[in-house]
């Protein structure tokens, strides 16, 4: 049996057997992955709820008329993850870089960006204790399952003013990615059975399209909305198309008021279709919301956010609740900044519970 047949096979006993260990979320073995966050670490740091007027974050290309000069941004993000199932406790520690992105004005009215950001975590690894019937008793074994790799999202979006107080925007994103993959199965009767072991590398690709618009209201209040449809992810093994599974399509919106030059609030609500995608594939429904105090050069942000997961066993979608805080510090007269954020998540579904404790830094430069 093949790795690209044999992983799912064995995946599919993970809500039911064993001790398991993963880098990433437990929540994205049970289905195509960990989906990633399209937000900069200034909108992290506020729960999410500044992301669709964030020019730096790949969720809304309409904020990217925001930015007066090029602009670059990376972001490195180091997570601390506990994971309770069955009595039994893990923990675990990862390391990714999110989102990275180029951006700026073409003229007066016109913005491109392209960059990437991370669209599905596929790096985890299992150990499943279990035992089958063989010539009339049980044999016991164990299995091991691992991955590590990830689909990326690749972004080319437009932004143009089509008013003084409205903005419009679209992009294309390209999906790619690629793991390595194996699968180990080890009985505890070595000597009478032969371990079997696979290992290939899996490739992913896809493709959607994403449009959002801005309006001022007021000078102090700006309302924005997003829509997003991905097609498929394709997956092929030695260059042999395995499976096809369909991809969600997303909608989204929010509101921010900006009562004084050092006062900032926003509220974001997301729906995406995720249960599309099939078995142990939810809909996810979320929400933001927080603040931004003091000066742009060296702010306080907060934020909460909650709603739904997009994986988990059974027919309720987990639940995710957070907050999270951070601070910003400007440098060469506003050219470089330097972006902190600590986001603190609490994930609770089908008898497994998750918290994660993540610092994300984020550096801005304007040359």
Excluded: C, K
């Excluded at 670059?72 to 997570?79: H, I, K, Q, R, Y």
């Excluded at 004005?105 to 150990?127: N, Q």
């Excluded at 995608?277 to 909460?304: C, K, Q, T, Y």
Aim: net charge positive; charged share 20%; proline share 4%.
């Amino acid at each position: 049996m093949s790795a690209a047949r044999a992983i799912p096979l064995v995946l599919a006993a993970l809500g039911t057997a064993g001790p398991l260990a993963a880098q990433d979320s437990q929540f994205g073995i049970r289905g195509l992955g960990t989906p990633g966050r399209w937000e900069s670490v200034r909108a992290r740091a506020t729960g999410g709820a500044f992301a669709a007027f964030d020019a730096l974050s790949p969720l809304t290309e309409a904020a990217l008329l925001d930015l007066r000069r090029l602009t670059a941004s990376a972001a490195e993000a180091t997570s601390y993850r506990s994971a309770e199932l069955a009595g039994q406790r893990v923990a675990l520690r990862t390391s990714r870089f999110p989102v990275m992105s180029l951006a700026g004005r073409l003229s007066g009215r016109l913005a491109l960006s392209g960059g990437f950001t991370t669209y599905l975590d596929r790096s985890y690894r299992a150990t499943i204790r279990d035992s089958l019937p063989i010539r009339g008793s049980f044999e016991p074994y164990t299995d091991e399952v691992a991955s590590d790799g990830a689909v990326s999202d690749m972004r080319l979006a437009a932004a143009i003013q089509l008013r003084p107080r409205l903005a419009v925007g679209a992009a294309v994103h390209l999906l790619e990615g690629s793991t390595r993959s194996t699968a180990t199965r080890r009985f505890d009767d070595s000597t009478t059975y032969q371990n079997a072991f696979e290992r290939e590398q899996v490739r992913y690709d896809g493709f959607g399209v994403s449009a959002s618009a801005a309006a001022d209201v007021t000078g102090s209040l700006r309302i924005a909305g997003w829509f997003r449809s991905d097609t498929r992810l394709r997956t092929t093994v030695s260059d042999v198309v395995v499976s096809r599974v369909d991809l969600p399509t997303g909608v989204g919106g929010g509101v921010r008021w900006s009562p004084s030059p050092n006062a900032r609030f926003a509220g974001t609500m997301a729906w995406r279709s995720w249960s599309d995608a099939g078995i142990n594939a939810h809909d996810a429904f979320a929400w933001s919301l927080g603040a931004e105090l003091g000066s742009p050069e060296f702010p306080l942000r907060v934020g909460a956010r909650g709603g739904q997961m997009a994986f988990g066993p059974g027919g309720t979608a987990p639940t995710e609740t957070g907050f999270a805080f951070g601070t910003a510090r400007s440098f060469s007269e506003g050219r470089a900044r330097i972006d902190f954020a600590v986001e603190r998540l609490s994930r609770r579904g089908g008898g497994l519970e998750e918290g994660v404790w993540t610092i994300l830094v984020g550096l801005t430069v304007q040359p």
